[in-house]
């Protein structure tokens, strides 16, 4: 069965990094977009960042553009999201996930925590 | 970019009722990317909905999407306990985004 595992998330100082990843399992992950979605305490949703499966179609919200970079390792089935330049407001659960652009089910992990605070 | 609207807000009901969700793109979505999820406090998101009118693996059938171009809707024929929690509808097939949520609460 499908499987996405986030890890990396932690508590980090404003101006911090992490590299949060993503373990997949249980399809052709060379096959799909990848994306990063967030959201923070109490708020809705947020598509952060999606990579095309041969990486030459990266997006960004315009709320990370510039601090945040996306990459994919299809040989290990893992996708990473390196979080530069850390602010409070990026606090946030992010979400790995399947996708965009599959007519395939949709398929998310469980999630991994973020916190920017002093 | 897409911008989907969702509404109501809020929407009270008492269980045994029916739920009537809308989700309103700016521009027509195409190929039906369109997709609900189910969020209770402190759980990730859960997908009830893709496609448009495809139940998820595990969705019990009173979970029923509709709709094509600009106007969906997700109904929940008959709302047990257990629904009560936000609903997000999300495109994905050109923008990737999500609507802002209806909350669906205890009459």
């Known amino acids: 069965q499908v499987q996405l595992v986030e890890s990396g998330g932690g508590l980090v100082k404003p101006g911090g990094s992490l590299r949060l990843s993503c373990a997949s399992s249980?399809?052709?992950?060379?096959?799909?977009?990848m994306s990063w979605i967030r959201q923070a305490p109490g708020k809705g949703l947020e598509w952060v960042s999606y990579i095309r499966s041969s990486g030459d179609n990266i997006y960004y919200a315009d709320s990370v553009k510039g601090r945040f970079t996306i990459s994919r390792d299809n040989a290990n089935n893992s996708v990473y999201l390196q979080l530069n330049s850390l602010r409070a407001d990026d606090t946030a659960v992010y979400y790995c996930?399947?996708?965009?652009?599959?007519?395939?089910?949709?398929?998310w992990g469980r999630g991994t925590l973020v916190t920017v605070s002093s | 970019e897409i911008v989907l609207t969702q509404s109501p807000g809020t929407l009270s009901l008492s269980p045994g009722e029916r739920a009537t969700l809308s989700c309103r793109a700016s521009?027509?979505?195409?190929?039906?990317?369109l997709a609900w999820y189910q969020q209770k406090p402190a759980q990730a998101p859960r997908l009830l909905i893709y496609g448009a009118s495809t139940r998820a693996t595990g969705i019990p059938d009173r979970f029923s999407g509709s709709g094509s171009g600009t106007d969906f809707t997700l109904t929940i024929s008959r709302l047990e306990p257990e629904d009560f929690a936000v609903y997000y509808c999300?495109?994905?097939?050109?923008?990737?985004?999500f609507g802002q949520g209806t909350k669906v609460e205890i009459k």
């Open positions: 999300q495109e994905y097939g050109s923008s990737a985004t």
């Open positions: 996930a399947r996708g965009p652009f599959s007519r395939l089910q949709p398929y």
């Open positions: 521009q027509s979505v195409g190929s039906r990317y």
């Open positions: 249980g399809f052709t992950f060379s096959d799909f977009y």
